[in-house]
C-alpha cells in the first residue's frame, strides 16, 4: 500500500480482497481516487462495544422511592 493512504481505483480493483484485509488489520481508512481525485473511503468496522454492564456504577441510591413521604402536603390538609 502506498504510504500516503490513497489508491487509483484501478489499483483497488485490482487488489481489492488484500486492501480490505490491509484496513481490517491496521485501522486506518484507505482513500480511493480517479484521476487524482477522491471517490470513495474505505474505513474499517467499529469495534464491538458490549452494552452489558455498560452503566455499571452510574446510577445514585437515593433510599426507597415508593414508601409514602413523611412529610405532609398542603393538598392533604
Same mark, same amino acid.
Do not use: Y
Given at each position: 500500500?502506498? &504510504?500516503? +493512504?490513497?489508491? #487509483? ?14 484496513? %481490517? ?7 480511493? &481516487?480517479? +484521476?487524482?481525485? #477522491? ?14 454492564? %455498560? ?23
Amino acid at each position: 500500500m502506498t &504510504t500516503s +493512504h490513497q489508491i #487509483g481505483a484501478g489499483e483497488f480493483k485490482s487488489k481489492c480482497l488484500k486492501l480490505l484485509d490491509i484496513v %481490517a488489520e491496521t485501522h486506518e481508512p484507505l482513500l480511493i &481516487t480517479k +484521476h487524482g481525485k #477522491g471517490i470513495a473511503q474505505l474505513v474499517p468496522v467499529p469495534p464491538e462495544v458490549d452494552l452489558f454492564g %455498560a452503566l455499571s456504577g452510574s446510577v445514585l441510591f437515593e433510599g426507597d422511592i415508593v414508601a409514602p413521604l413523611e412529610n405532609t402536603w398542603d393538598a392533604n390538609r
